[in-house]
């Protein structure tokens, strides 16, 4: 497991500089620039603001500079925030932002996981059509048309919920359930699908006939081989939920990382693009490590290769 780890680590380092150079060329290239939407600047502070940031120098340079910032864990100074860093501010921000994500995998593990095995168990029963339409509704329906629609009901009609703001444990409860269903659903399904494929194996068959009970059997036998391809949607399901908490944070008005990603983007804040680029990919990838080495854990015919 030792090499097979330091070998995934290893290949991180160039997937990491494809995704720096090409995010690094992207931003460059889109028209505009992180002083052009500021009112009219005279062109000698535009020019001493260039120096100062370095963005006099041919692009080329500029590249090469940053990737030595990089290699010192300097993300550089953002162009919107004069007095602030993109460390500063990624410290800042992140936890919120990672925060906002636990709750809404715990949330995703905690309807899915249940639902499908319920499904599973009492297939071709009431219990499965209503655990099978609940998955149907939160793959259909996405996260933007859903959040609104609960800080509609809970938050302006019943006035239960705060509909923005990140102050109080309730605040995290609509955001949470809007970003963590849509991935429950797909959890739900996808558990069932396991589920249901384990059970008709004939080592099932052998512990029935043994005479197990069927919760032994479930949750001894059938649960560990059905949950291989959660554990395997686990890499893309935290992906989307990191990414679709851009659309999150933007709804409720959540200070996170984010949000603050989107309002780069928008301000040409070319070194938080890709600070947040940076980081996002490192995380995702080493998630993705987290999750094989999960998947051979659980599936004893896999192998660290």
Same mark, same amino acid.
């Given at each position: ?34 002083f052009?939407?500021?009112?009219a ?34 993300l ?5 925030y004069?007095?602030?860093t ?54 259909? $329906? ?104 851009? $659309? ?16 780069s ?12 680029v ?28």
């Open positions: 497991m030792f090499r097979f780890v330091a070998r995934r680590l290893l290949q991180i380092i160039p997937v990491l500089l494809v995704i720096i150079t090409a995010t690094f060329f992207m931003v460059r290239f889109v028209p505009g620039g992180p052009t939407a500021e009112k600047i005279p062109p000698e502070i535009m020019k001493n603001l260039e120096a100062h940031y370095g963005l006099d120098q041919p692009l080329w340079r500029q590249y090469f500079t940053y990737l030595g910032q990089i290699a010192r864990g300097d550089g100074p953002s162009f919107k004069s007095n602030r993109v460390n500063e501010i990624i410290a800042q921000k992140l936890p919120v932002s990672l925060e906002l994500g636990g709750w809404a995998m715990l949330i995703a593990l905690g309807l899915g996981l249940p639902l499908g095995v319920f499904a599973a168990a009492r297939h071709n029963t009431w219990l499965d059509y209503v655990c099978s339409a609940v998955g149907m509704i939160g793959i259909c $329906v996405p996260t933007f048309v859903l959040g609104p629609l609960l800080a509609l009901f809970f938050g302006i009609y019943l006035q239960w919920l705060n509909v923005s703001g990140w102050y109080g444990p309730t605040d995290r409860i609509l955001p949470g359930l809007t970003l963590g269903f849509v991935y429950a659903a797909y959890i739900m399904r996808l558990t069932r699908g396991g589920m249901l494929e384990v059970l008709n194996q004939d080592f099932i068959r052998t512990a029935r006939a043994k005479g197990a009970s069927e919760t032994r059997i479930i949750f001894r036998h059938a649960l560990r081989g059905g949950l291989l391809p959660v554990v395997s949607f686990l890499g893309p399901a935290i992906a989307g939920i990191l990414t679709g908490s851009f $659309v999150i944070e933007t709804i409720f008005q959540i200070p996170g990382l984010g949000r603050e990603f989107v309002n983007a928008f301000n040409r804040d070319y070194t938080l693009v890709l600070g947040t940076i980081l996002y990919a490192g995380l995702l990838v080493f998630m993705n490590l987290v999750v094989d080495v999960m998947q051979v854990w659980l599936n004893p015919r896999l192998k660290f290769e």
